[in-house]
């Protein structure tokens, strides 16, 4: 079982995680059309503005350590192509806590997917500061 910290023995480590274009995207709801995610990338990524939408483990309320280590080579990955991304979590902060998505929230800028949430996440793709615990 792991303690309130949020695998701070993990800090030391996430900059050995190497970038990961493997896996899929899809175009539809019905998970039929998928498209390799390097050529996604390389197609649209570049110098974009990315929003990310996902409750980053939220939902299940636990810590897997799989999907924090799976999310970061996602994210080294993407910064070759664009600095400016922001996470929106369907989930309101308060379920954020004891969850996957609460460390996520350490290192990008995740806002709720609220009217405050996405105004927040549009000011920080016009190149708006905002602070981070730990850049990846």
Known sequence: PLSDQLYPELDEVLH????????????NPDL???QA???????HADGA???LISD????KG????????????????????TMKYVWLNPLPRKYWNNSTAAQI?????MFPLDHPGMYQA???LRGQPFMIERSL
């Open 16 to 27: 050995a995680i190497e970038p990961s274009t493997e896996g899929f995207l899809f175009d």
């Open 32 to 34: 039929l059309s998928p």
């Open 37 to 43: 995610l390097d050529e996604v990338l390389e197609a």
């Open 49 to 51: 503005a990315v929003v």
């Open 56 to 59: 980053a483990g939220a939902a």
């Open 62 to 81: 636990q810590y897997d350590l799989y999907r924090l280590l799976d999310t970061v080579a996602f994210l080294r990955a993407l910064k070759k192509y």
């Open 105 to 109: 929230a350490r290192h990008v800028p």
């Open 122 to 124: 549009v000011n920080v």
